[in-house]
C-alpha cells in the first residue's frame, strides 16, 4: 500500500473513532446523574456565504461557499458539552497543544454546508488538464466547543459527500439562471462521488484582551479523505464593546460559536493564516479511484480583514480574502468575500 494511502486510511480512521469514543464516555458518566436536557439551550443562527464574486467580479476555483449554524450552550454536567470535554482530551493526547483542557463552559455547533470549486474557464466543456477539477461538497457538521478562561478548544466532526450527490452543478447553473448568467459547461468532468470524513481541531487564546482591542493566536489540524492539514494564524479585533467570544472567521472548524455583546459593538479586524497541506481532496482528486487532479502546492496562505456590527440579538459582518496559489500551474491568486448575518438569543 502506498504511503499516502495509508496515511488517507489513518486519518479517516482517527476522524471516525474519536467523537465515537467521547460520546461514549459522556454517556457513562452522566449514567447515573439523568442530567435536565433543558441545560442545553439553542443560542444562535448563524448564516454564512462566501462567493468570489464579491467585490472580486471572478469566477473561479473556490466560487462559493454556504453554510447554515446551529449554536447551542450546555452547562457542564450536559451530555453533549462533557462529550465535548472527551473529544477534546483524547485529541490534545494525540496533539500536544497544551494542557488538558478543564471545561468552565461548553457549546455544541451542528451545522449544514456546501463549498463549490470550479476551473478558471467555465466557458467550455472540455476537460484542462492544468487546471483544478470541478467538484461540490456537501455536508454536516457537529463541533464541540470547550472555553476554559481565555482559550477556547474546538473538536469538529464532519460526514458528507464529495460528487455529483453533493450537487455542486444543480446549485452553481441554478443561480447562474436567477442571475442571467451562462452555465458552467463542465460540470461533466467533476470527481466522483466519494463519501467524505473529517476531524478538525483547534486552539484559540485571547491575548493582550481589552474592551476594544484583542489579538486572537490559533493552531489547528484536519485529519481526513476530504482535508488533512496543520494551520498556523491569528487575529487583531479592534473597536468598542468587543463581544466576549474568539472572533470571527470565515467558514471552517469554530466559525459561528458566536457571544451577543452586552451593548452595540462595531470593530475592525484583519487575520491570517498559514497551511501546511498533505491532502485536498478538490486537488489531489479522488481517493480511490481514478479522476481528474492537479499537483497541489504544500504551503496555503490566507489573509483576509473585515468589519463586523454587533447587536446584542443580531450580527453582521464582511470579510475579504486573499488566497495564495492553490496549486501548481494555477494563474492568478484568489480573491473572495465572506457575508454572515446572526440571529442570537
Known sequence: MRAPTRLRLLSLALAAALPAAAWVSAADDLAATAPDPTELRFKALVVSFENDKFFAGSDRHYTQGARVT????????????????????????????????????????????????????TDTAALNPSDRPYAGWLYAAAGFHAIEGDTSYVAEFSLGVVGPSALGEQFQNGWHDVINVPHAQGWDNQLRDEPGLNLAFELRRKLFKSSWFDVIPRAGVVLGNVHTHASLGASVRIGPNLPADFGHDLIRA????????????????????????????????????????VRKRPVV???????????????????????????????????FGSLSFALLF
Open 254 to 293: 469554530g466559525s459561528g460559536a458566536v457571544d451577543a455583546p452586552a451593548a452595540f459593538s462595531a470593530y475592525a479586524f484583519a487575520a491570517a493564516d498559514l497551511r501546511l497541506v498533505a491532502r485536498n481532496i478538490f486537488l489531489d482528486g479522488n481517493t480511490w479511484s481514478d479522476s481528474h487532479s
Open 70 to 121: 446551529f449554536l447551542y450552550d450546555g452547562g457542564p454536567q450536559n451530555t453533549l458539552t462533557l462529550a465535548a470535554q472527551r473529544t477534546l482530551e483524547q485529541v490534545n493526547r494525540l496533539i500536544p497543544f497544551g494542557a488538558k483542557p478543564k471545561l468552565d463552559r461548553g457549546k455544541l455547533a451542528v451545522s449544514l454546508g456546501q463549498d463549490i470549486f470550479t476551473p478558471e474557464d
Open 301 to 335: 496562505a490566507d489573509l483576509n480583514a473585515g468589519l463586523a456590527l454587533n447587536w446584542p440579538s443580531f450580527r453582521l459582518i464582511y470579510t475579504q480574502n486573499y488566497r495564495t496559489k492553490d496549486f501548481y500551474g494555477q494563474r492568478k491568486r484568489d480573491v
